[in-house]
């Protein structure tokens, strides 16, 4: 049966559907007093979990979820912001939302088997130490998650984690309700005595899962696809970390870390082989690359991955090189393309539609003696791709600073959304107007020698 969805709750009107459950449906919703998009969570049972659990029972297990978020304050943990009853006296609560979560960042798919996006040492052992220091907030509180993967860990605007959906949580020595059969847990992801023994499982079981969570994300695989030895995975690693993972991972609680503290500490002693994460970059310039598409498009699902030459993972097919050249204060020459960019990228993300807007006024105001500035496409955008295997040392030689990884393209997806690009991925997608970006804007070269008109891509931002 087609489920029909309000055009509110409460007194937040809803702006699309960001997921569905046994429990129920979470909305995006606008907060009227902020104008920030949040996260709305709705019992409303499938009815298969309503006939063998009751309304009474699911209805306690919502409102203890919300009750163990409420009562959580940390600055890795995403928060609640407000609860009550829709028009129908089914429960609700309001929790902060990001555009961005770590399942979304690595390209984990239906099919988790699948590869996925590595991210960069040094990015993945910031968000892992990250997720632990929620973790030992969180059993310090009593609180077990019990699902800790990639689409629960949010990623805000400041690049910093939080960890969400509460639903499978419990107080530790409290016993919960759960449907006849229900699995507690993620495939892959769930410790193999949380599997056997859902009641029974401690902290160490959310320790299991962030040590298959850090793996997937400095290799792109799961342990089982891979075994342990990351070593043998990437030359970048030493045996300390084989150490680190044996006994992350291992199958025996007691022969794991015993604590979260125990872990991010062992994890804060590893150190990366620097000398062999770093590639001969200049030759990377010997790559010929074609003029690239300036022109807006509005395009989607195959035919946008075949516009933009990316693979299943929406990273490019071939590898981008760069020749920079400093222009001035304000900005850069890519040799390679022809491109004059942007140096400083805006100072705060921003909606798509001021994204289009601060371009305008970099327009209006000349900036850099440059009145034909655009949003760059997304094959622009590709181009200036780090390679995630550089050590930071010759990847912060390029000469494009900026906090932000996640930048607004030109190109539109449907009326309600857009393409960006993250640049430190390497990877396209899609996401709402209403999500916020940093602004790099560009000009070619070709079109300011011709010193008249407007590019094609101006008119369509």
């Not at 490019?316 to 400093?326: E, G």
Request: hydrophobic share 40%.
């Amino acid at each position: 049966m087609k489920q029909c969805h309000p055009a509110q709750i409460g007194r937040y009107p809803l702006a699309g559907i960001l997921g569905h459950g046994g429990m129920g449906t979470v909305y995006r919703a606008l907060a009227a007093k902020s104008g920030r998009i949040v996260a709305l969570k709705l019992l409303s049972p499938s009815e298969p979990l309503l006939a063998a659990v009751g309304m009474a029972g699911l209805r306690e297990i919502f409102d203890t979820e919300a009750a163990i978020m409420s009562g959580l304050s940390h600055p890795h943990i995403a928060e609640v912001l407000d609860s009550g009853l829709d028009e129908q006296g089914r429960p609700f609560y309001v929790m902060e939302h990001f555009c961005v979560n770590l399942g979304m960042l690595i390209g984990e798919q239906y099919l988790v088997e699948k590869p996925c996006r590595r991210v960069p040492a040094d990015k993945a052992v910031t968000y892992g130490c990250q997720i632990l220091a929620a973790l030992q907030y969180m059993h310090s509180a009593g609180v077990i998650h019990r699902d800790i993967k990639p689409f629960n860990i949010l990623v805000s605007e400041a690049d910093t984690i939080k960890i969400c959906d509460f639903g499978l949580a419990k107080r530790m020595r409290e016993k919960t309700i759960s449907a006849p059969g229900m699995h507690i847990g993620s495939p892959y992801y769930t410790a193999p005595e949380q599997l056997g023994n859902p009641e029974g499982a401690d902290g160490r079981a959310d320790l299991y899962a962030a040590g298959v969570l850090l793996y997937r994300m400095l290799t792109g695989e799961l342990p089982a696809m891979k075994g342990f030895m990351l070593s043998q995975v990437n030359p970048q690693y030493d045996g300390s970390w084989d150490v680190f993972f044996a006994r992350a991972l291992s199958w025996r609680p007691d022969q794991r870390f015993q604590s979260a503290a125990e872990m991010v500490e062992a994890l804060g002693r590893l150190e990366l082989r620097r000398e062999r994460m770093r590639r001969n970059h200049q030759a990377r310039a010997s790559i010929n690359t074609q003029q690239l598409r300036f022109s807006p498009l509005r395009v989607s699902g195959d035919k946008a991955r075949a516009v933009f030459a990316v693979d299943q993972l929406w990273q490019p097919l071939a590898p981008s090189c760069q020749r920079f050249t400093v222009r001035d204060t304000d900005t850069v020459l890519d040799e390679t393309t022809r491109l004059i960019w942007q140096r400083h990228p805006s100072e705060k993300p921003v909606d798509r539609k001021n994204a289009a807007e601060l371009v305008g006024a970099l327009n209006e105001t000349r900036f850099a003696g440059i009145d034909l500035w655009r949003l760059p496409t997304v094959d622009e955008l590709l181009s200036l791709t780090r390679d995630p295997a550089l050590s930071p040392a010759v990847s912060d030689r390029i000469p494009l600073p900026g906090k932000s990884d996640w930048f607004w393209s030109c190109d539109r997806r449907s009326a309600q959304t857009s393409w960006y690009v993250n640049t430190c991925l390497g990877f396209a997608g899609w996401q709402y107007n209403d999500c916020r970006y940093a602004v790099r804007a560009v000009a070619s070269i070709s079109v300011l020698s011709r010193g008249a008109g407007t590019p094609p891509s101006v008119a369509g931002q």
